[in-house]
């Protein structure tokens, strides 16, 4: 089954940089279109960015666009979001996402890793 593991979120102040990553098992990474999406508190999940399976079309939804830079390496099987201008708004949990992802459920999202700026 699909099993998606997110890492390299933390505590950071505002303007500084972080890498995720996430790492995917249990299906053809190569052939999947990904993305990453991500949850404040309190609020709905939020699209952040997408990627299709060679890297041609990579799309950023308006509050991440010109910050955040994804990317994937499909030999690791390895999807990576570039956060840089961290703001107080970033803060969320993020998960990364296996499309297609109906509701964004648990069977095709990871488990999350955190990111606060404060």
């Known amino acids: 089954q699909v099993q998606l593991v997110e890492s390299g979120g933390g505590l950071v102040q505002p303007g500084v940089s972080l890498r995720l990553s996430c790492a995917a098992s249990g299906f053809n990474f190569g052939d999947s279109s990904m993305r990453w999406i991500r949850q404040a508190p309190g609020k709905g999940f939020e699209w952040a960015s997408s990627?299709?399976?060679?890297?041609?079309?990579?799309n950023y939804g308006n509050s991440v666009k010109g910050r955040f830079t994804i990317s994937r390496d499909n030999a690791k099987n390895t999807l990576y979001l570039q956060l840089n201008g961290l703001k107080t708004g970033d803060t969320a949990m993020y998960y990364c996402v296996k499309d297609p992802c109906v509701g964004y459920g648990s069977h095709c999202r990871g488990q999350g890793t955190q990111v606060t700026v404060s």
């Open positions: 990627i299709d399976s060679y890297s041609r079309s990579l």
